[in-house]
């Protein structure tokens, strides 16, 4: 499994999750808790790795990339 970067706005530590959606289909995506000032604390990132059948590699590496 890839290391996740810590979130970019308030340093929390990130761990990749399991989860499913109501129909069953199962996905996973980065997750943290964030401080309650930061953006990410009230939004869901995350994208369709089911659909794209992304590994946990691919979205470590989504999450880790970063704008220069």
Known sequence: MGELKPCPFCGASMEIRSNKY??????????GWHDDNCPLNHVL????VEVDGWPEEKVAEAWNRRAE
């Open 22 to 31: 109501p129909n069953g289909e199962q996905y996973i995506r980065p997750y």
């Open 45 to 48: 990132w995350c994208f369709d």
